[in-house]
Structure formats: C-alpha cells, structure tokens
C-alpha cells in the first residue's frame, strides 16, 4: 500500500476530496464512501485476507452490541466481546511465535504448509480491535445507566467507525464516544460515532490549520524522521561494535528524537485529514519531551493509547483505588501491556517493564516526598518541577535520558541486541574511532531542546489563530517550509514505525 505522504497518495486523496464534497448535501453518502475507500485500502494492504477479517471481525461485535442491549446479562456479553477481540489480536500478533511449530506439525501429518507464509498480520488490527473495545464498553455503560443508545446500532456507522482509513493504519486510536484527556487540536471533544452519525450536514474545519498541519507533518515526517535515521540511528543500531561511544549515544538520543518525529508528523497527517473531511480527530502528542516526570510523559506521549491503557486496563484493575502496593502493581500490569501490544519479542516486554518500574518509583519518591515534608501527596507531585528553575530544567533532563534509554529495548530488534548496543556504549569509548562528528548533532540537538519551548507555544499559537489570519499570509511562510522539505528530505519515502504495531 502507498503511504499517505507519497505522490499517488497525495493525488487519489485530492480527487477522493472532491467527490467526497460533492456529495456535501448526503452525509449518508459521505459515510459510505468514506467506508468503500476504507475497505478498499485495507484490501490493498493485505489483500482479501486483511478485508474478510475486519469484515467478520466487524459483524461479530455489531451482533455481541445488540446482546449487550437487549439481553438480561449484558456484562456476560460485554465479557464475551472483550475476551474474544484480545484471543483474536493475540492471534493474529503473535502469529509468527507458532507458525514454524505449525508447519512442521502438518508436514508431519503429511499436509501442505506452505499456506502459513502468506498469512500476515491484517493492516489496523490492533488499533480498530482497542476501538471494538470502547465501543462495546461504552453501550455497556449505557446500558447500566439507563441512557438511550440511539442510532449507535448502525451496522455501516460500526464498520466505518473500525475501518475510518485516516486512523486504521497507526491511530490515533478514536473513541466511540468522548473520553477525559481526549481532545481535538482546539480542545473539543472527539466521539466518533457521535460524529459520524451526525445528521447536519458536515463541514469542512479549520482549512488553514489543516493545511499547516500537513505541511509541518511533511517536515516531521519526510525531512526530519528520514535524515535522523539515515544518519545517525540506522547505521549505529545495525552494528554498534563498529561505532564509537559517542555515536552510539547520538543514536540513542537520535532515535526518540526520530520516533517522535515520525509518529507526531503522521498524526499531524490524519488529524489534517479528519479536519478536511469534517472529522474531530484527537491529538496524540503534547510537547512530550518537556514533560518533568515519566508519568506525565505518558500524559504527552501516544496519548490515544494511554489513555486507552488508564480506561480499559488500569481502572478495571482496580486503579488506585485499593491501598499503595495494589496501585503500584496495577500500574506495572498495565505499563507491561503496553509494552506488549507493541509486539511480540521479549524487548517490548522489558520496555513496558522499565516503565512500569519508572512509574513506581516516581510513586514512591512522591510518598517519601509528602512524609518528609509533612504535605499531602498531592502536594508533593513535581516536588522537583515546582521547587526551582533548575529543578524544572533537571526535572525534564532526566526525564528524556529514562525515556531514551527505555527506547533503546524498543528500537534493538532483539534483547540480545539492545545489550550489546548498551555494552558498546560503555565499552566503545576506546580503542574505537569516531567516524562521524556526534559533536555536530549534540550541538543540533541542544539547540532544537533550548528552542522546543518556544516553539512548542508559536505552533499551539498558530493552530489557534491559523484561520482568523487573513489567507494570504500563511501561503507564502507554508509554501517556503514546503520547497525546503523538498530539497532538504533525504531520498525515498519513509514509513511509519508505528504502522508496524
């Protein structure tokens, strides 16, 4: 499938956006094209395969919401619907863990098993199968509240809130209805079922921010992300024995900064797109690398799957709702989770683990904080932040380093990898030369960090303003930071990492 910033992508999105309004007058007919281009983009990815199991998948939770509606036991259902979609994500992910076994037992029995290679994980599976999730949890609740669920039992309106081909390929991962710490890019709430059965007749929203958004997502992702990693992360992760210590440091810094970029600009990229075709998407990403501690970093970072995380896992846990030891081990459960819905190697599972522990520690410190100095636990939250500018400043340094080093497991395509990447990182410092200047893009990049604040406030100001400013003025500064993206990216069209997970 192409990718959403390539040529073709850009030309069959324009020509899509033109029928697409033409039919401004029949949100119905809106819907369903948006859903036929939904499936046919899902069919393109993965061909029949990837389509017949959204299809089925699709079905399946339209039938087990009508139970959770009409049945004497709705929870027995919601139950059913949440155990079958995570058995059938689990399947699918972690297909490859038992494909070999598979084979070999049907070569055994004397039965082909060349038909296991071209099974493959289906574009969007594990972001529409969170979605299947909020919305079955969201009729449940309905339900128990006596609130009337509408026309939420639209078999097209369900297929199309799954498939919505802007958000199936790497999020955000939309709601059903809204959800705190939820927002669009003006602070709106963002239900997608409440939008798509809207029955007013839908608008295109905010123009001149959509425009800029895809134009900085452009720069993000294309410029930015591409040159990052051609430069200073790929090589270094391929074989980190060959690089000096210094290197590899930059490639550790280099790739957060990388994933950020791509995954950021992609979701700059979609929430453009639901903006051009009337859709409230929400915002991922907050600045979060100025975050002061590793628990609002997940306030900042992927903020669709964290707060996805706190709403379906965490709370059900029990939050913190029974006692200090409980809370702190329903955190870790939850941080694992994470780690491993991002795919199936033993890396992910060390990653979600270091941020579990992360998240503890930063609990305990807190307690330990509010008794010495006798003030609520409240109170003594970002202790370090609020006490001083170089507390603040401390506080957001030592914040990134967690996150980068935690990000080392993530990127490393084994455990085994990451480790040797880490012993040469403590080890390469001699007897090894450099063979690039890390001094360069430690300069960039302690640049780019003095000047994230600013320019974290000039964009949320920009977005604010974009369409009261008179049209003109944003042409020229937009199509100037477009023709350097062009001439500045680096060759090739980057994908996005998070369409792997």
């Not at 069959?12 to 029928?19: D, Y």
């Not at 990451?418 to 690039?436: E, G």
Request: hydrophobic letters at 50%.
């Amino acid at each position: 499938m192409f990718s959403f910033i390539s040529i073709e992508f850009g030309l069959s999105f324009i020509a899509f956006f033109c029928l697409y309004w033409l039919l401004g007058a029949r949100p119905q007919l809106q819907n369903l094209l948006l859903l036929c281009t939904s499936y046919l983009i899902v069919y393109l990815s993965g061909k029949a395969q990837a389509l017949f199991a959204l299809v089925i998948f699709t079905v399946f939770i339209y039938v087990i919401s009508i139970r959770i509606n009409v049945s004497s036991k709705p929870k027995i259902w919601l139950i059913s619907g949440y155990m079958f979609t995570l058995l059938n994500l689990m399947v699918w992910k972690y297909f490859d863990f038992f494909r070999t076994q598979l084979g070999d037992g049907l070569d055994t029995f004397g039965h082909n098993s060349d038909w296991l290679a071209g099974i493959i994980l289906p574009l969007g599976i594990s972001y529409y199968s969170f979605q299947a999730i909020s919305y079955l949890v969201s009729l449940y609740q309905l339900r128990s509240n006596a609130q009337p669920a509408n026309r939420q039992f639209s078999l097209p309106g369900l297929a199309l809130y799954l498939s919505f081909f802007p958000t199936i390929t790497a999020g955000p991962i939309a709601r059903a209805y809204d959800a705190r710490g939820l927002t669009d890019i003006s602070s709106k709430p963002c239900g997608m079922l409440t939008q798509i059965h809207m029955p007013e007749r839908r608008r295109i929203l905010a123009p001149a921010v959509a425009l800029c958004l895809i134009v900085i997502a452009l720069m993000k992702n294309w410029w930015l992300s591409g040159w990052i990693a051609d430069n200073w992360v790929d090589p270094v992760f391929a074989n980190p024995m060959q690089y000096h210590s210094l290197e590899i440091l930059a490639a550790i810094y280099g790739y957060t900064i990388q994933l950020f970029f791509n995954f950021s600009g992609y979701s700059d990229l979609v929430v453009a797109m639901g903006l051009l075709l009337g859709f409230r998407l929400p915002v991922n990403f907050r600045a979060p690398l100025l975050a002061h501690n590793i628990r609002e970093f997940w306030q900042r970072w992927h903020i669709s799957l964290s707060t996805w995380i706190r709403d379906y896992i965490y709370i059900p846990l029990g939050g913190n709702r029974h006692g200090m030891v409980r809370t702190q081990l329903n955190l870790l459960v939850a941080m694992v989770l994470s780690g491993i819905w991002h795919g199936n190697g033993w890396h992910f599972f060390i990653w979600g683990l270091l941020h579990g522990a992360g998240m503890i520690a930063l609990n305990l410190g807190d307690l330990l904080y509010s008794r010495l100095r006798h003030c609520t636990l409240e109170q003594a939250r970002n202790g370090l932040s609020k006490s001083n500018k170089a507390g603040n400043i401390i506080s957001i340094v030592f914040t990134v380093h967690f996150v980068c080093f935690c990000f080392v497991f993530f990127r490393a395509p084994t455990v085994n990898d990451a480790f040797l990447l880490l012993h040469a990182l403590l080890y390469n410092h001699v007897n090894v030369p450099l063979t690039t200047n890390p001094f360069y893009f430690f300069s960039l990049l302690l640049l780019a960090w003095m000047l994230y604040p600013l320019l974290a406030k000039f964009i949320a100001s920009l977005y604010e303003r974009a369409d009261t400013l008179p049209r003109y003025s944003l042409i020229f500064p937009l199509l100037l930071l477009l023709i350097l993206v062009l001439i500045c990216a680096p060759a090739g069209i980057p994908g996005f990492i998070y369409a792997n997970f």
